[in-house]
């Protein structure tokens, strides 16, 4: 599938081994233009879902509503160092192959800031990876590739999990 005519292509990674195989395949099969671009991006988990973990009011009268301001900073520091080897390991992908990509990190929901920085980017492709997931937990859960098919304004490539 290799075109010379993508200026701006997309590729979402979240640690999986899809997401990453994604990577691969975009690395292995796509060809840029010679001013285009590959962006390796990652959507961290809201930090109001971290904020959210503090643990519960102390009993017998004690203050209540009290925010405890390390544990939301270890979290969010635990959400960096994850981000970091994720970044990591898709540079190590892209050396194989001698290609300088780009990398773009967001926070929020997947699914919303994957579709938004695909559109900000004006992107020609989006690629990414699809876990196996059985049908009650993509009922529940949700599926990011799914919802991206349907709401981004390119051409979405989902390489799938076995």
């Given at each position: 599938m290799a075109t010379g005519n993508l200026a701006s292509v997309v590729v979402a990674v979240d640690g999986s081994e899809e997401?990453?195989?994604?990577?691969?395949?975009?690395?292995?099969n796509l060809r840029l233009r010679p001013d285009g671009e590959l962006v390796v991006l990652h959507v961290q988990p809201p930090?109001?879902?971290?904020?959210?973990?503090?643990?519960?009011?102390?009993?017998?009268g004690g203050p209540s509503g009290v925010e405890v301001p390390a544990f939301t900073q270890a979290i969010?520091?635990?959400q960096r160092?994850?981000?970091?080897?994720?970044?990591?390991?898709?540079?190590?992908?892209c050396s194989e192959k001698n290609l300088?990509?780009?990398?773009?990190?967001?926070?929020?929901?997947?699914?919303?800031?994957?579709?938004?920085?695909?559109?900000?980017?004006n992107a020609d492709l989006l690629v990414m990876g699809c876990r196996a997931i059985?049908?009650?937990q993509r009922m529940f859960l949700g599926s990011v590739s799914n919802y991206c098919i349907n709401h981004v304004g390119?051409?979405?490539?989902?390489?799938?999990?076995t």
């Amino acid at each position: 599938m290799a075109t010379g005519n993508l200026a701006s292509v997309v590729v979402a990674v979240d640690g999986s081994e899809e997401s990453m195989n994604a990577l691969r395949w975009a690395l292995g099969n796509l060809r840029l233009r010679p001013d285009g671009e590959l962006v390796v991006l990652h959507v961290q988990p809201p930090p109001n879902i971290a904020a959210g973990l503090n643990p519960a009011p102390i009993p017998f009268g004690g203050p209540s509503g009290v925010e405890v301001p390390a544990f939301t900073q270890a979290i969010e520091a635990h959400q960096r160092r994850i981000t970091q080897a994720i970044l990591e390991h898709a540079f190590k992908i892209c050396s194989e192959k001698n290609l300088e990509v780009k990398t773009e990190v967001i926070v929020g929901d997947p699914k919303e800031k994957i579709c938004e920085a695909t559109a900000n980017r004006n992107a020609d492709l989006l690629v990414m990876g699809c876990r196996a997931i059985g049908p009650l937990q993509r009922m529940f859960l949700g599926s990011v590739s799914n919802y991206c098919i349907n709401h981004v304004g390119c051409p979405v490539v989902v390489i799938k999990g076995t």
